[in-house]
């Protein structure tokens, strides 16, 4: 299933209709586990300085139990000091890395969505994706939230639709239906259907993480149009919508907290990020593998130089 990294940047958006009332209501709406690995995870309580949250997309929920547990869209959400601007790293599906030992997992290497489905799936396997991210990047993570992206079809509906340009015709492997070039509306299904397509693009999984990219911004823009400050019912509906389609880790930081530093993101503050990184086939498997190390990326996103990476290297980032 496709993921999309809103869940934080949209709940700012949302904050500005009433912080406490909105950390009340999402408080008893959203499911809350220990989703980072103890060796994965900052060991700071306050939100000084700049952030790094892990996002993990999934069709599952914990508790779930079923063969396909993989989760095909993890991104790392990067908020330099103030707060005014965000960095969304997508880690490409393939990539090959060796992910260590957990939860009954012997270790190995393997594509890094993977590493969800070794560890059970749900919060046990979202650990263990977090212990792999940690281990390849030396990233620790702020917080974390597994998104249940099937909930978030919902919520599109609910906003009246997405506005989305297609720059390449795309037919649905899943759904056989032709996405044609131009700027459209979307509804919530024809939306997630379009952003999980990789095949017969010409820059394939890039692509198609430049279009979940795509869709954050498009979903932020439809919350704008929708005025839920005015429209009390519709805003109850999709913050629960939103809430019930959460599995959040805030590191311990009260998510009133957490709402007041990200309320004042602006949507033309985000920037997609793809990891310097190439496609390569080993032993007739198609893997994707880092460049130079990921071109100095990760170093970036643990300290201060995230903005000044992205000037540097602007092949690999997006305005959204």
């Known amino acids: 299933m496709l993921g999309i990294g809103l869940a934080l940047v949209l709940l700012a958006g949302l904050a500005l209709v009433g912080l406490t009332t909105l950390s009340n209501r999402y408080d008893r709406t959203v499911t809350k586990e220990q989703l980072l690995d103890a060796d994965a995870r900052t060991d700071r309580t306050d939100l000084d300085g700049p952030l790094n949250y892990l996002l993990v997309g999934s069709d599952r929920r914990p508790g779930d139990s079923g063969p396909d547990q993989r989760s095909d869209t993890i991104l790392i959400v990067h908020v330099p000091a103030g707060q005014r601007e965000a960095y969304l790293v997508s880690i490409p599906r393939d990539l090959l890395v060796a992910i260590p030992p957990g939860n009954g997992f012997g270790g190995g290497q393997d594509k890094i969505n993977a590493a969800y489905e070794h560890g059970g799936g749900g919060q046990a396997g979202a650990r263990l994706l977090s212990a792999t991210l940690h281990r390849l990047t030396g990233i620790r993570f702020d917080g974390a939230a597994l998104i249940d992206f099937s909930g978030f079809r919902k919520v599109i509906d609910l906003l009246g639709?997405?506005?989305?340009?297609?720059?390449?015709?795309?037919?649905?492997?899943?759904?056989?239906?032709?996405?044609?070039?131009?700027?459209?509306?979307?509804?919530?299904?024809?939306?997630?259907?379009?952003?999980?397509?990789?095949?017969?693009?010409?820059?394939?999984?890039?692509?198609?993480?430049?279009?979940?990219?795509?869709?954050?911004?498009?979903?932020?823009?439809?919350?704008?149009?929708?005025?839920?400050?005015?429209?009390?019912?519709?805003?109850?509906?999709?913050?629960?919508?939103?809430?019930?389609?959460?599995?959040?880790?805030?590191?311990?930081?009260?998510?009133?907290?957490?709402?007041?530093?990200?309320?004042?993101?602006?949507?033309?503050?985000?920037?997609?990020?793809?990891v310097p990184s190439s496609p390569q086939t080993i032993d007739e498997v198609s893997y994707v593998v880092l460049d130079n190390g990921g071109n100095g990326l990760f170093e970036a996103v643990r300290g201060t130089r995230v903005p000044a990476w992205a000037q540097a290297n602007p092949r690999w980032v997006t305005r959204l």
């Open 161 to 274: 639709g997405v506005d989305m340009c297609v720059d390449t015709e795309v037919r649905s492997i899943h759904t056989n239906r032709v996405f044609p070039t131009g700027c459209q509306r979307m509804d919530g299904a024809q939306a997630l259907d379009y952003v999980r397509q990789r095949y017969d693009l010409p820059g394939g999984d890039y692509d198609r993480q430049h279009h979940q990219q795509q869709l954050l911004r498009a979903m932020l823009d439809s919350a704008g149009r929708a005025d839920l400050r005015s429209n009390p019912v519709k805003f109850d509906q999709v913050l629960r919508a939103v809430g019930g389609s959460l599995t959040v880790d805030t590191n311990g930081v009260p998510l009133e907290d957490l709402l007041l530093a990200l309320r004042a993101l602006p949507p033309d503050g985000m920037r997609g990020v793809q």
